[in-house]
């Protein structure tokens, strides 16, 4: 086996809610690059949220700047705010235009898991029996059910983020977003390298992208009393709001710091870090045309960094082997790489 062959490329895509547009930008930047899909340059593909909406589009071979517009078009549409009596009664946000839009032929439509042409995991939390869950491709014999799972109900379980979109129920559980435990799925793919798909640590290459992620810090100037006005302000249901981006964050930087040691320089992490001025305008659910500038023009200025160094020029210039899958439609032949 040569050096080229040894190499084994994963794409790891962090959750963030409409920050997502910075990570397909990057993506559709870097399929422009290369002139094909961004799936045939990795061997896994591993998304969180909105991060395993746009894995499980990517391991279908779906455009990124395909994702690019949906989020541009239809992102309002997305977050348009309900009556929920400010989030107490129910979720501020209906799922029901996203799986409309998921549900289109040009994206998932009716296929199912088993139809990804890369292999890909996406985490998500069984909240009925409490534990966390990996949907994953048939890329292992042991991976006998997912792949029977809809596209569409796979991307609105990661994606069933508290306090922002109720739980999802299909296969008769309920599931919320697994941005709570691995919102930066790195780390779980690094495992399902090594456990399921046979890799040595030394040859994981790993790049992640990231959604502009928030440093959720404590203002000295509020009270420090642990109730829900110090946590949410004055509206109670901001609350859950605060508690989950100071979960997804620290997650994050917690699974950033343990692959740089776990990989060193075959870690190439893509994301930026919210200037003062510039976070005001960005946020999960904030959809108007500043948060759109912002996502837009900083992921072109990172993919251009990126395209200009050798480390993601090495990412750029794999080609991973055809996939096995056990199971499902592409069982039986190979997938090009």
């Known amino acids: 086996m040569d050096s080229e062959q040894a190499r084994f490329q994963v794409l790891a895509l962090s959750g963030g809610g409409y920050r997502g547009l910075y990570t397909a930008k990057i993506l559709a930047d870097l399929e422009e690059d290369i002139g094909g899909p961004i799936a045939r340059r990795f061997d896994l593909i591993a998304g969180t949220s909105i991060g395993g909406i746009l894995a499980l589009a990517v391991a279908m071979e779906i455009p990124a700047e395909q994702m690019v517009k949906l989020f541009e078009q239809h992102g309002q549409e997305i977050f348009r705010r ?4 400010w989030g107490i009664v129910r979720a501020p946000y209906s799922p029901e235009p996203l799986k409309r839009l998921l549900s289109a032929t040009e994206l998932f439509g009716e296929k199912t898991l088993g139809a990804c042409k890369h292999p890909v995991i996406v985490p998500a939390i069984n909240y009925s029996a409490g534990q966390p869950q990996l949907f994953k491709t048939p890329h292992h014999a042991s991976f006998k059910r997912d792949h029977q799972f809809r596209l569409v109900d796979v991307a609105l379980a990661t994606s069933a983020a508290p306090a922002y979109f109720p739980r999802h129920t299909f296969n008769n559980n309920q599931y919320v977003d697994g941005g709570l435990y691995a919102n930066a799925p790195g780390l779980l793919a690094l495992h399902e390298a090594q456990t399921f798909l046979g890799q040595q640590p030394e ?10 992620s928030s440093k959720f810090t404590a203002d000295p100037c509020r009270n420090r009393n642990g109730g829900t006005y110090d946590w949410g302000g004055i509206h109670p249901a901001n609350m859950p709001k605060r508690l989950f981006g100071l979960s997804i964050s620290v997650q994050e930087s917690l699974c950033d710091f343990m692959l740089q040691h776990r990989l060193g320089a075959r870690y190439v992490p893509l994301d930026d870090v919210l200037t003062d001025e510039r976070a ?12 759109r500038e912002v996502l837009i023009g900083a992921a072109s200025e990172k993919s251009k960094i990126c395209l200009g ?23 039986a032949r190979e997938t090009q790489c």
């Open 82 to 85: 309900r009556f929920s009596l």
């Open 203 to 212: 040859s994981v290459h790993m790049m992640s992208i990231g959604t502009m």
């Open 280 to 291: 005001g305008a960005v946020a999960l659910d904030k959809t108007n045309g500043p948060a």
């Open 309 to 331: 160094r050798e480390d993601c020029q090495a990412f750029l210039h794999h080609h991973c082997a055809p996939p096995k899958f056990y199971y499902g439609p592409n069982a």
